[in-house]
C-alpha cells in the first residue's frame, strides 16, 4: 500500500469512528454501595441505564463491616472514586455540612422530580438535612428497616405446637409483643429438633460498627425510646435513660443471655443470615433488604419461611435501615450522575427495582393495591416504614454511634454495669460529642 | 585518569573537583535526611502541634481551636483508656512471658542434634509466616464454641461441655485467647533468636566447663543463660514493641470486644482518630502513646547495653 493510500485509509477510519460515536459525551460513571443482595439487582436494573443513555455503570459495593470506614474516609479526603453513592441515612447530616454531597432541589425542580412522589419517612430520613426541611441531598433510593424472620414449619408443627402449649399456656404464633417473642425464644432455646439442638433466635450483638445499636434500638424504639425530650434541644437526660429505655436495654441483655446460640457475641447481619439458613435458630432479626433471598433460599426459604415486623411493646418501633441516592461533590461527572437520578426516579424504574428486589420508596410502587401481596413481605415492609425511627443523623453520627456501640456492647455482652449506668454514661459520651460540636 | 577526565564535561568536572569530601558526604546524605525529615520529624512536628487542638481532619471548613492541654487532661484521666492500658499491659506480659519461656525451651530442643530436626524447626516456624489477619480468621473458627477444635480440645482433657464456654466472648476469656494466638503465632520468632543465640556460644566453653566437672544444671545457669540473655532481651525488645501496637490479629478475633475488655491501645486509637475523627484528641493520645513506648525502650535499651558489657 502506498503512503497515500495509507493516509486515506487512516483518515476514513477516524470518520467512521467519529460518525458513530454518540452525540452526547458518554461517560463511565462508579456507583459505590453496600455489598449486599439488592446491590446485585442494582446491577441489573442499571443495564436499562446503560443501553439508554450510553454511559457506562462500574459499581463499588464494599462489605458492611467496612462500609461506613471505607465509605466516609473516602468522602472526607474528597475523592473521586465515586460519582454516585447510596449512603446510609445516617450520614446525611455529614454529607450534607461537610459539602460532599450536591443539593439536588434545583435540579429536582428542574427535572419535575417531587419528593411528595415517596414515601414521607424515606424522604425525612434519607434526604433531608436539616431534618425534615425541604433541602435535598438524596433521592430515596432503598426503604429498609429492622425485621424479622422464622422457620415457619417448625412453628405449624403439631408436637412443637403441642409442647408450646404446655410450657406457656398459649398458642403457638408470629408473636404480638417484645415480650412474647422472647418468650417464643427462649422456648426454642436449646430443643431438639430432628435429631439437632436449636436455639431461640439470632440478634445483632457485633461491636465494630454499628450491629448491637441496630439491635438495642430494635427493643428500645417499641418501648418508647426517644433521643432527646425535646426535637433539636439535645436534651438527653430523662429520654436517654428514661424508665423504659432501661426496661429495653434489660430485655435486650436478657434476650442475648437466654435465647442466642452459643458464642454469638459478635454477630451481624451475615451471621444472623448464616444461624438462619443452617437451622439453628427459630427466628432471626435481620434488615428487610435481605428477604427476598431468604425466600428464594431452597433449603429454609419458601413454605419454610414466613416474616413478621418487629414486634410493639408499648408503642409501634422498628429501626430504619435503608439509603439515598446522592450525587458527590467532588466527581468529575456530576451531569451523568444527575441523569442516572432522574433515569431511576422514574416509577417505572422504580417498579422494576421491587420487582428485581430492590426495596422501593416510590408511591406509585406501594401504594400499587397489588404490592402487599407481590411478596410475602410486603405488607410487613409497609407496616415496619410507617413506624420507623433512625438513629441521630448529625454530622458527628459516627462519635455518637461508636460511644453507643461501647457502652450496650459492655452492658449486654460483657456484663459491666446496670442497663442504667450504660444509659448514664451514654448521655456522658454524647454530651461531650454536642459540646464539642457547640451544640450544647 | 586522563581518560576519565576527557569523559566528564568539564564545567561539571571542575565543579566536582571544586567540592570538598565534607560537602560530597553531605550530597549522599542529603536524600535520606530529607526523607527522614518529610516521613518522621515533620509529621512528629505536625502531631504535637494538632494534639494541642480541637481539629478534625473530616470537617475541614471547621474552625480550629487551641485548646492548650485539655486533650491531654481528659485521656489521661479517662477510666476507659486506662483500662484500655491495662488489657494492653496484660496482653504485652503474658505474650512476652510465654513467648520467650517457650520459644527458649524449643530453641533449646532444637538445638540439640537429633533425626528430622531441620523438618521440626520448618514446622515449628510456620506460623509467624502467616498473615495475621489469616491467623485471626481461623482461630475465630477453632474458638467457635459449637463447631471449634479448641473447645473440644478442652472438652476432651477436662470434660466440661464444648458450648459451655466462649473464649472470644467471655469477660474472663477473651483477654486470654488473644494471648494464646498471639503466642502461638511468635514464640517461633522467639524460638528462633534464641536459636542464634545458643548456636554462637562457643563449644570449648562447655569442654572447659566439663574439665572443670562443672553439672549440666550449673553449665546451664552459668554459661548458657548469660550468654544467651542479649539475644532473649533483643527478642523481648522486638516483641514488646510490636505488641504495643498490635492491631490485625485482635481486630479479627475479637474486635475489641467483648464489651471493651480486649480493646487495645491501638484499636482505640484507630477508632479516636480514623472513625470518630477526633483528630486532635488522637494525636494527643498518640503522643502519649508514643512517649511512654520510646521511654521504656530507652530505658530497656540502656539495660541490654549493660548486660552486653559483662
Not at chain 1, 383 to 392: L, N
Request: proline share 5%; hydrophobic share 45%.
Amino acid at each position: 500500500m502506498s503512503k497515500y493510500k495509507k493516509v486515506l485509509a487512516a483518515l476514513a477510519m477516524g470518520g467512521f469512528f467519529t460518525a458513530s460515536a454518540p452525540a452526547a459525551q458518554a461517560d463511565d460513571l462508579t456507583l459505590c454501595w453496600a455489598a449486599w443482595d439488592p446491590a446485585n439487582a442494582l446491577v441489573e436494573l442499571s443495564k436499562e441505564f446503560e443501553s439508554q443513555s450510553g454511559h457506562k455503570m462500574n459499581f463499588e459495593f464494599v462489605p458492611w463491616p467496612n462500609f461506613a470506614d471505607r465509605m466516609l474516609n473516602e468522602l472526607n479526603s474528597g475523592g473521586k472514586l465515586c460519582d454516585l453513592l447510596i449512603g446510609d441515612s445516617q450520614w446525611i447530616g455529614g454529607g450534607a455540612e461537610n459539602g460532599h454531597y450536591v443539593k439536588l432541589n434545583d435540579f429536582f425542580d428542574k427535572e419535575g422530580i417531587s419528593m411528595n412522589d415517596f414515601a414521607p419517612a424515606t424522604v425525612y430520613a434519607y434526604s433531608t438535612w436539616p431534618k425534615g426541611t425541604p433541602n435535598y441531598y438524596a433521592l430515596p433510593a432503598m426503604g429498609d428497616a429492622n425485621g424479622w424472620f422464622y422457620r415457619k414449619d417448625w412453628f405449624q408443627r403439631d408436637d412443637i405446637k403441642a409442647a408450646y402449649k404446655a410450657a406457656t399456656g398459649q398458642e403457638l404464633g408470629e408473636p404480638k409483643t417484645q415480650k412474647e417473642m422472647l418468650q417464643i425464644a427462649q422456648f426454642f432455646q436449646g430443643r431438639e429438633i430432628d435429631g439437632k439442638t436449636v436455639y431461640g433466635a439470632a440478634i445483632f450483638t457485633e461491636r465494630g460498627s454499628e450491629g448491637i445499636t441496630m439491635g438495642v434500638t430494635s427493643a428500645l424504639y417499641p418501648w418508647g425510646f426517644k433521643y432527646e425530650n425535646t426535637p433539636g434541644k439535645y436534651d438527653m437526660q430523662g429520654a436517654v435513660n428514661s424508665p423504659e429505655a432501661v426496661e429495653a436495654l434489660d430485655f435486650y441483655k436478657q434476650f442475648y443471655k437466654t435465647a442466642t446460640p452459643p458464642g454469638y457475641t459478635n454477630s451481624y447481619m451475615g451471621e444472623s443470615l448464616d444461624a438462619f439458613k443452617s437451622g439453628q435458630v427459630a427466628m432471626a432479626m435481620n434488615w428487610f433488604a435481605f428477604f427476598p433471598g431468604l425466600y428464594a433460599d431452597p433449603n429454609t426459604g419458601g413454605d419454610k419461611i414466613d416474616f413478621f415486623v418487629n414486634p410493639p411493646q408499648n408503642q409501634a418501633g422498628s429501626t430504619l435501615g435503608g439509603q439515598g441516592i446522592s450525587v458527590v461533590s467532588y466527581s468529575e461527572k456530576k451531569d451523568a450522575a444527575l441523569e442516572y437520578i432522574k433515569w431511576f426516579s422514574q416509577p417505572s424504574v422504580q417498579a422494576k427495582w421491587w420487582e428485581l428486589g430492590g426495596y422501593s420508596a416510590h408511591n406509585s410502587v406501594l401504594n400499587d393495591p397489588g404490592f402487599v401481596k407481590s411478596q410475602p413481605f410486603a405488607g410487613d415492609f409497609l407496616e415496619a416504614m410507617g413506624a420507623v425511627q433512625d438513629f441521630w443523623q448529625e454530622p458527628a453520627y459516627a462519635e455518637l454511634l461508636l460511644a453507643m456501640q461501647k457502652r450496650v456492647h459492655d452492658f449486654v455482652v460483657a456484663d459491666k454495669g446496670t442497663a442504667k449506668e450504660a444509659l448514664d454514661l451514654l448521655i456522658e459520651d454524647w454530651t461531650e460529642v454536642f459540646e464539642d460540636e457547640g451544640k450544647l | 585518569m586522563e581518560r576519565v577526565a576527557s569523559a566528564t564535561p568539564s564545567p561539571i568536572a571542575h565543579s566536582v573537583r571544586g567540592l570538598s569530601d565534607r560537602a560530597i558526604a553531605w550530597v549522599f546524605v542529603a536524600p535520606t535526611i530529607f526523607l527522614l525529615l518529610a516521613i518522621n520529624i515533620f509529621p512528629l512536628i505536625w502531631t504535637i502541634q494538632l494534639s494541642f487542638t480541637n481539629y478534625k481532619a473530616n470537617r475541614i471548613g471547621r474552625e480550629v481551636k487551641n485548646v492548650g492541654l485539655r486533650n491531654y487532661e481528659r485521656i489521661l484521666t479517662d477510666t476507659d483508656i486506662w483500662l484500655n492500658m491495662q488489657a494492653t499491659a496484660h496482653f504485652l506480659f503474658w505474650t512476652i512471658a510465654l513467648q520467650v519461656l517457650i520459644g527458649f525451651a524449643l530453641a533449646w530442643l532444637i538445638n540439640k542434634k537429633f533425626k528430622g530436626n531441620d523438618l521440626w524447626t520448618t514446622i515449628i516456624v510456620l506460623p509467624m509466616m502467616l498473615s495475621p489477619a489469616v491467623v485471626g480468621n481461623f482461630w475465630k473458627f477453632l474458638y467457635q464454641p459449637q463447631i471449634g477444635l479448641f473447645n473440644y480440645i478442652i472438652s476432651f482433657f477436662t470434660g466440661v461441655e464444648p458450648s459451655s464456654f466462649q473464649m472470644l466472648g467471655q469477660v474472663n476469656l477473651a483477654p486470654w485467647s488473644i494471648v494464646i494466638v498471639d503466642t502461638w503465632m511468635w514464640t517461633p520468632f522467639v524460638m528462633l533468636i534464641c536459636l542464634a543465640g545458643l548456636r554462637s556460644i562457643p563449644d570449648y566453653i562447655y569442654e572447659a566447663a566439663e574439665i572443670d566437672r562443672a553439672s549440666k544444671w550449673r553449665q546451664f545457669w552459668t554459661i548458657t543463660v548469660p550468654m544467651v540473655m542479649p539475644f532473649l532481651m533483643l527478642a523481648v525488645l522486638f516483641r514488646g514493641i510490636e505488641n504495643f501496637k498490635m492491631f490485625d490479629l485482635v481486630v479479627q478475633l475479637t474486635g475489641g470486644g467483648p464489651g471493651s475488655t480486649t480493646e487495645l491501645t491501638s484499636i482505640n486509637l484507630k477508632r479516636e482518630a480514623f472513625e470518630k475523627w477526633r483528630t486532635g484528641y488522637a494525636s494527643a493520645y498518640a503522643i502519649i502513646l508514643f512517649v511512654t513506648v520510646f521511654g521504656l525502650a530507652s530505658i530497656y535499651v540502656k539495660a541490654l547495653n549493660k548486660v552486653k558489657e559483662r
